[in-house]
């Protein structure tokens, strides 16, 4: 049963009531991994904002925070990890734009870690300019043949699925030609090709497509509205990166105290900064633990910016306090043979959280971006000059 809206009481007492019939007949110490997670999608304990049938209970969002410090590392803190475009971008995408049968397809085996998901938007002349990309998507019946080149894809390289954003109109402005689609990674002129990171990991990928058939049936939302579609990913995409809540003293911050443990400085002023940072860390858990319960069912708005932006710059700050308290020992990475990770995680040791971390600033919108985000659609100042703004995309010069 759906509850209603304004009824906070008996929304919760809900979540408990399938988070005990969960836990009841699934025990999560022996019930295998997929199994655990296909029960509690059946139960709406995947994104319990979501409708019924969809991995949800259509209740308020913040009320997913029930359910993950029931389950700790078992539940969706292990689907983030795994399938974090799938899980914090995909989904909300496909629910708020997709069809039905579309929700049905492809949400349950998202949550259960069948199938992974990458997000195919940026490109090697479109990144902070998203809507200037150039991949082009032209109409060939019941499919679309896709053509262009995509960049710093998060895990393509074990991806089922796709988020494609691609252009299908050039007589445009540059946000009206777009549209949006799922693309099966496993197609036919689908190529991956690792982009080795600083860490001496292929992560990130760059990703050909070469006549790559996409039935309609795969596109969501309408042709030529794409960049509507784009928006409600993106804003997601802030969301699940800069808004997680790890526990109380979890995350890099126990990275933080544990590099303390094993090295202490008697020096005050370290010690201040560990606790001005750990302070930090702390509100910014709060403030993403107050926007989750006040936040909309759907698109988030733009202060999810906020904490993308906060989380990114804090990340930065806390690996190099790590690596200032470690001395000698923090110069020594260990191997940097080059491997391609399954998941995208920062917290394995202070060495590759202080590099991953480079990447926070760019990311999901650079932090420039998210300034000029902030300062228009949130304190409402006047927006940058745009002067390609009304152009048609084919007229709009290029290097």
Not at 150 to 177: E, I, S
Not at 324 to 333: D, V
């Amino acid at each position: 049963m759906t509850v209603a809206v304004d009824d906070k009481t008996a929304q919760q007492r809900l979540v408990e009531e399938r988070l005990s019939t969960l836990l009841d007949q699934h025990d999560p110490s022996d019930t295998p991994l997929r199994e655990f997670l296909g029960a509690q999608f059946d139960l709406g304990l995947a994104w319990v904002a979501f409708p019924e049938g969809a991995g949800g209970l259509g209740v308020a969002p913040g009320l997913q925070r029930v359910v993950n410090e029931a389950l700790g590392e078992r539940g969706p803190a292990m689907v983030a990890q795994r399938n974090i475009i799938g899980y914090g971008m995909g989904a909300p995408t496909i629910v708020a734009h997709g069809t039905k049968e579309q929700i049905e397809r492809f949400l349950r085996p998202m949550y259960t870690l069948d199938e992974i998901w990458c997000q195919l938007f940026s490109e090697p002349g479109a990144g902070s300019d998203l809507a200037g990309l150039a991949t082009r998507a032209e109409r060939d019946g019941d499919e679309w043949v896709v053509n262009g080149q995509k960049v710093w894809t998060t895990l393509a390289h074990v991806a089922k699925w796709g988020l494609l954003v691609a252009r299908t109109d050039p007589d445009v402005p540059k946000h009206k030609g777009l549209t949006y689609f799922v693309v099966d990674m496993e197609s036919p002129g689908v190529e991956v090709r690792p982009l080795r990171q600083i860490t001496g990991e292929a992560e990130f990928n760059e990703v050909f497509l070469t006549d790559v058939r996409v039935p309609d049936a795969n596109r969501i939302g309408a042709v030529g509205e794409g960049w509507r579609v784009a928006l409600t990913t993106l804003m997601n995409e802030r969301v699940a990166i800069g808004g997680g809540t790890a526990p109380r003293g979890g995350g890099l911050v126990k990275m933080m105290l544990d590099a303390w443990r094993r090295c202490p400085d008697p020096n005050p002023a370290r010690r201040d900064e560990l606790m001005r940072l750990w302070v930090e860390a702390e509100v910014l858990r709060l403030t993403n633990l107050r926007a989750a319960a006040n936040r909309e069912k759907g698109t988030p708005g733009p202060e999810g910016s906020v904490s993308k932006l906060a989380f990114a710059e804090l990340n930065k700050k806390m690996t190099s306090f790590c690596m200032n308290l470690l001395g000698p020992e923090g110069m020594s990475y260990g191997s940097y043979e080059m491997r391609r990770p399954e998941t995208a995680s920062l917290f394995e040791n202070p060495h590759k959280a202080f590099l991953r971390t480079r990447a926070n600033s760019i990311e999901g919108g650079t932090t420039e971006v998210m300034k000029n985000i902030l300062g228009e659609r949130v304190l409402g100042l006047p927006g940058e000059p745009r002067t390609d703004k009304d152009l048609p995309w084919s007229r709009v010069p290029r290097n």
